[in-house]
């Protein structure tokens, strides 16, 4: 059995070459005795990428199992039966196997096959065995770089050798082979070659001294990268590369002198602009300006600041001039950049420059020699009392103008200001209350001006102190309700305070003394000191139960000291271990503790205008009674019946089913008589069988009695209708009630003895019920 495989030579060259096939056996048995099957390994078939002469014969296996004709010969794997599909081919009969399209390495760089040879009857022949091609790299692709324009940034002056940026490009190509070797170039930068490049790696350094931002700012680049070597294909970039600047440039005055005028007398103005030029980068810190005032301003009246958009230096007055004392100033100013100057710069020229500046005499408002100015005066100072002379001085020494003087602000009117001096005195006293007096100082304005032909006016501010003077005398606190007991030892003492209308110094600490005058006091009696503005009251011994009266001397402590001797009210009481008034003491009896006797009388007097009252409305209460029960009240909302029977009417007994109609008494014309004659009273005149019409009601206040007077005896003089006054339908209670009536009128009924002949002494009206019930 052998295997013959026909391979075409000169593949790497990608021009193929034809021979006479040859024969490889890998499935050949060895020629040694033992029978042991040994494959052979095909070494790797190579086929050139982008071969045009299709389809192209790679390799014939063969068999020698069975006579030609009667073996299957067949190939798998990728390009065959799998992606990509239709690559490769094989003759079942013959063993070729063919390429049948166009390779791309950079796609796929091998294809691993395996071969297989069969009977007719598709039984295995042979085992199977690989097949190995491997696709030859032409050079069919370009370099290309990686940016289409790469940036750089270096310093203008930098060292020969600084570096600046990289270029990159890549190859599909075998990296393998001279076809992916890059090599890397500048094709053009003009003159002179300030830059270069590394062929191999791309980077760009600088070669030579010179790179001067202000001549050039940005260099552009043309770059080239070749494959083989530098002799295949190529590609072309760019490279943008930007110098930055440095401060290589010092700012220059463009003149050597300026001159300006100022207006005196103000500040925070601008005199004028000093120009100057920078070639550095405008707006770094290499360009900004600034400016300094070497001469000619010991006050500091004048300063620079810079411009942001133009660079210039803007000189102004921050401390106004002053014609009268310089009329002219000579400012020597130079100029600097932000950022320090590099070494190697040259110096300007004109680093330096004069200013000259005229001030112009203007009329300046006056100006006060103290201002604010602050004074004192006492309390209640009498008008006419000097309180300061407010002057000020016109600046303005060269032009001959007299000052006038005014009041701006004198809330209390209390100040008089003359006119032609400033002098200020009182033209009334002030109150200590005033509101316009904060914290003891008392603030006025007062305006000077001058008599130009526009006048300027100065404004000055007077503050007077208020001196407190001691005119006030102490006075004692009325004490809390409360009395002090008998016993030393008892009870907390009572606690005096005081209080005084002087401010300080001239009120507290207050001195508590019994007086003087009664020495008796300091033997029953003693004060303890407690705070500067309270002292404590205790008997010395047991005292008597009741009012005493005390006198107790005040003193503060202003300079010289003011004092008020006072008298106290002490109640006195018994009391408890635990310093509590026992019931019934005397101090109940007695008047409340602290009180004198005129504030006795006013409350007894109180206590009595009380009682008068309260007699006068409980008199007034009763007579409104006695005239509500005579009346009559009518209308649904006044009825005094319906509210009685509303409120306390409780019914009939347990079998009672009539309650009674309060309509009847509301509409009486409304009862619903039975038919045939009405009962008749016995104790009725015979002559009235009727009862009478219907009576029109009062019309006033004053006919309520006359109304009910004649009620009474229409009901009295009526056989038809029970008295006006009696019990039975008030009363009424039903009929088979188990109880007995509560009625004492008619008890009678149920009890004959029943005496009612003491009616009689109950006056007129009972006169009637003791002939109805009584004895005859």
Request: glycine share 8%; proline share 9%.
């Amino acid at each position: 059995m052998h295997l013959s495989l026909l391979q075409s030579l000169c593949l790497s060259l990608g021009v193929p070459g034809w021979r006479r096939p040859t024969t490889l056996y890998p499935w050949r048995r060895a020629p040694a005795p033992s029978r042991v099957r040994r494959a052979w390994v095909i070494p790797p078939i190579s086929v050139s990428e982008n071969h045009k002469r299709l389809p192209y014969p790679l390799v014939q296996i063969k068999s020698d199992k069975q006579q030609l004709g009667s073996v299957i010969y067949s190939i798998q794997g990728p390009g065959v039966d799998e992606e990509p599909r239709g690559v490769f081919s094989i003759d079942k009969f013959t063993g070729k196997v063919f390429l049948n399209a166009m390779l791309d390495r950079e796609k796929t760089d091998r294809f691993r096959l395996r071969a297989f040879a069969l009977d007719l009857g598709g039984s295995t022949l042979e085992d199977p065995t690989d097949l190995e091609i491997v696709v030859v790299d032409q050079n069919d692709n370009r370099p290309a770089f990686l940016q289409e324009a790469f940036t750089g940034r270096v310093l203008e002056g930098s060292a020969p050798g600084t570096y600046v940026t990289r270029a990159e490009a890549t190859d599909a190509d075998d990296p393998e082979t001279d076809n992916a070797a890059l090599r890397f170039s500048i094709l053009q930068q003009g003159s002179p070659e300030l830059f270069s490049i590394d062929e191999l790696t791309g980077e760009i350094r600088t070669v030579q001294v010179g790179l001067d931002r202000e001549v050039v700012a940005v260099y552009n680049l043309t770059l080239q990268v070749a494959d083989m070597s530098g002799d295949g294909l190529t590609a072309t970039a760019s490279a943008i590369i930007t110098l930055d600047d440095i401060n290589d440039n010092a700012p220059e005055f463009t003149r050597d002198e300026f001159f300006m005028e100022a207006t005196e007398a103000v500040s925070g103005v601008d005199v004028g602009r000093l120009e100057v030029e920078d070639r550095d980068l405008p707006g770094s810190p290499n360009w900004v300006a600034r400016f300094t005032i070497l001469e000619g301003d010991p006050d500091g009246q004048f300063t620079i600041r810079t411009d942001p958009k133009t660079n210039e230096g803007v000189l102004s007055i921050v401390k106004a001039l002053d014609y009268e004392s310089c009329e002219h100033y000579e400012l020597e100013v130079s100029v600097q950049n932000e950022a320090p100057l590099q070494a190697a710069a040259l110096r300007a020229e004109r680093g330096q420059a004069k200013v000259r500046v005229h001030v112009q005499d203007t009329n300046e408002p006056p100006v006060f020699q103290e201002n604010p100015l602050r004074t004192s005066l006492a309390e209640g100072a009498p008008p006419g009392t000097l309180v300061a002379t407010f002057s000020a001085r016109d600046p303005d020494t060269e032009q001959l103008q007299r000052l006038s003087y005014s009041k701006d602000y004198d809330p209390e009117d209390w100040l008089q200001v003359d006119a032609a001096t400033g002098r200020i005195q009182t033209q009334r006293v002030l109150s200590p209350a005033s509101p316009f007096l904060k914290g003891g100082w008392y603030r006025a304005i007062v305006l000077a001006q001058d008599d130009a032909s526009q006048p300027r006016t100065a404004t000055g501010t007077l503050s007077i102190e208020i001196l407190e003077v001691n005119d006030h005398a102490p006075m004692l606190v009325p004490p809390p309700p409360g009395s002090l007991c008998s016993e030393p030892h008892q009870g907390p003492g009572l606690l005096l305070g005081a209080t005084d209308e002087d401010l300080p110094p001239h009120g507290a600490p207050f001195h508590f003394q019994l007086s003087p005058r009664l020495p008796e006091l300091g033997r029953n009696w003693s004060l303890s000191q407690v705070n500067v503005s309270h002292a404590r009251l205790r008997p010395r011994h047991q005292v008597p139960e009741g009012l005493h009266r005390l006198s107790l001397l005040l003193r503060d402590s202003g300079q010289p000291p003011q004092q008020r001797e006072q008298p106290l009210n002490v109640t006195v009481c018994r009391c408890s271990q635990d310093g509590v008034c026992l019931p019934g003491a005397a101090a109940l009896l007695a008047g409340g503790t602290g009180l004198s006797l005129g504030a006795l009388v006013i409350v007894l007097a109180s206590a009595l205008l009380l009682l008068v009252l309260v007699l006068l409305v409980a008199l007034r209460a009763r007579f409104r009674k006695q005239s509500r029960g005579k009346g009559l009240l009518h209308g649904p909302q006044d009825d005094l019946r319906d509210n009685v029977l509303n409120y306390d009417e409780q019914g009939g007994g347990e079998e009672d089913q009539d309650a009674y109609d309060i309509s009847q008494l509301r509409h009486p014309t409304a009862l619903s008589l039975p038919l045939g004659p009405p009962p008749l009273r016995r104790d009725a005149p015979q002559g009235r069988l009727h009862p009478q019409p219907p009576r029109a009601l009062p019309t006033s206040p004053l006919d309520i009695a006359d109304f009910i007077n004649d009620g009474l005896e229409a009901a009295d003089s009526d056989p038809s209708v029970p008295p006006y006054d009696t019990a039975l339908i008030y009363d009424y209670e039903g009929d088979g009630s188990v109880a007995g009536t509560l009625s004492s009128i008619l008890s009678s009924q149920g009890d004959e003895d029943q005496d009612y002949d003491y009616l009689r002494d109950w006056g007129p009206r009972f006169t009637r019920l003791a002939d109805m019930y009584g004895h005859p």
